[in-house]
Nanobody
Framework: VQLVESGGGLVQSGGSLRLSCAAS????????MGWYRQAPGKQRELVAV???????NYTDSVKGRFTISRDNAKNAVYLQMNSLNVEDTAVYYC???????????WGQGTQVTVSS
């Protein structure tokens, strides 16, 4: 199983980035996909999730700014991030989760740095 993130980088406050996660080795459509992030000295936190049926959920701090989407034909999940601010600086991780049977996979992470 591989989850490969891309699209991170350095952006100025107010800018946008689009993260991508390409999955292989899983039945992608059966998994809930999520984006998490971990800032230096902080715990990893959920940013956004999208279920296999397309239902989305976001942490409060990104609502209205970030959009998660998935393309089951491409085995990919995306995170469009707009109006970025310095508090969004973190390593962003892609996650694939399935309850039955329980499976939980992580990507290697991609760095997002927002400068003021």
């Amino acid at each position: 199983v591989q989850l490969v993130e891309s699209g991170g980088g350095l952006v100025q406050s107010g800018g946008s980035l689009r993260l991508s996660c390409a999955a292989s080795g899983i039945i992608f459509s059966a998994y809930k996909m999520g984006w998490y992030r971990q800032a230096p000295g902080k715990q990893r936190e959920l940013v956004a999730v999208i279920t296999s049926s397309g239902t989305t959920n976001y942490t409060d701090s990104v609502k209205g700014r970030f959009t998660i989407s998935r393309d089951n034909a491409k085995n990919a999940v995306y995170l469009q991030m707009n109006s970025l601010n310095v508090e969004d600086t973190a390593v962003y991780y892609c996650n694939a989760f399935r309850l039955l049977p329980r499976r939980d996979y992580w990507g290697q992470g991609t760095q997002v740095t927002v400068s003021s």
